[in-house]
């Protein structure tokens, strides 16, 4: 299968920022939201900020809509076929998003 391009990148520049736990799950099959999810999680909420500072500054399409700036526990990042979700580690832990979305495969980048 196809790697999607802005997918590839939005790992690559999440890597860049020391993201932890990266997940990259295809959910085309199971919800018409997105046909990506990222996740990913940092260990205090200024490396959540600079995750998502990164992503942004270096994607050359604007997001759609970006959530949760204000406090930084939980970020978002829609750019419609790929939407990135950048956690604080509790928080992260808290929602589980993997748990929620067990049935979507996982792509390796």
Request: aromatic letters at 12%; charged letters at 30%; a neutral charge.
């Amino acid at each position: 299968m196809k790697t999607n391009p802005l997918l590839k990148k939005i790992v690559t520049l999440a890597e860049e920022k020391k993201a932890e736990e990266l997940v990259a799950l295809n959910v085309t099959k199971i919800t018409s939201l997105s046909d990506y999810f990222v996740i990913c999680s940092a260990k205090n909420m200024i490396q959540v900020k600079a995750i998502a500072d990164n992503i942004k500054d270096n994607i050359d399409e604007k997001p759609w809509r970006t959530e949760g700036y204000q406090n930084s526990n939980w970020i978002i990042i829609d750019y419609v076929d790929v939407v990135v979700h950048i956690f604080f580690e509790e928080t992260r832990r808290y929602y589980d998003l993997e748990r929620i979305w067990f049935d979507a495969k996982t792509v390796k980048i």
